[in-house]
């Protein structure tokens, strides 16, 4: 918000040409799609704080939602590549259905995409889905930057911005809330990391 008042302060001190006006326009563009992602994220992270008693939870095929949100986020990033693959035959719906509520996990799978093909440089993510006995198992990979094993300890913590700021724009806070969604879900969320290899997150969800 200080970037944008600053930006709009400059330009009421005198006339600019269309093409500054262009270039200032873009600028604070950026910065209020910046503000928007903060508020959002801070906005869910306080959702996923509220006690489970309070979250509406319905039955759902995390299939179906993997594919909804490789849509969502394919519209306003044509150029990502996401992969979903299933390594073994689903013989029963159940297997691949939680009791869940749909939003949040939605804003889970989405930071954990997104995160996959920003920090690639192939802009490409793959979501391997399996099961066991009791849980469903979502493998979410890229052959990105990787995370430094001083990093991989911080990533959970919010706010926290490793090595990576260097490479992509963020805020610290889509990990956070990813595991905080996980755990309200009765999950768990693990991660291994090669520094310039890539990273692997998976999810692991109790079906029905």
């Not at 693959?85 to 889970?108: H, M, P, Q, T, W």
């Amino acid at each position: 918000m200080a970037a944008i008042i600053g930006e709009l302060e400059i330009a009421a001190k005198k006339d600019r040409t269309n093409a500054e006006y262009e270039q200032m326009n873009h600028l604070l563009l950026h910065d209020a799609r910046r503000v928007v992602r903060l508020s959002n994220g801070l906005l869910d992270l306080a959702r996923a704080s509220y006690d489970q008693a309070e979250i509406a939870f319905k039955e759902m095929r995390l299939d179906e939602l993997l594919l909804d949100t490789r849509q969502a986020i394919l519209k306003g990033n044509p150029d990502y590549g996401i992969n979903i693959i299933f390594e073994r035959e689903i013989e029963d719906d159940d297997y691949i259905s939680v009791k869940g509520n749909e939003y949040l996990l939605k804003v889970a799978f989405t930071n954990l995409i997104e995160n996959g093909c920003k920090f690639s440089a192939d802009h490409q993510s793959a979501i391997a889905i399996s099961f066991h006995a009791r849980n469903t198992i979502l493998r979410f990979s890229d052959n990105g930057i990787g995370i430094s094993p001083e990093d991989i300890t911080q990533i959970f913590t919010p706010f926290y911005r490793g090595a990576n700021r260097n490479y992509a724009e963020g805020h610290g806070i889509g990990l956070p809330l990813t595991n905080k969604i996980i755990h309200l879900h009765q999950g768990t969320l693990a991660v291994s990391s090669r520094v310039n290899e890539g990273t692997t997150f998976t999810v692991e969800l109790p079906h029905l």
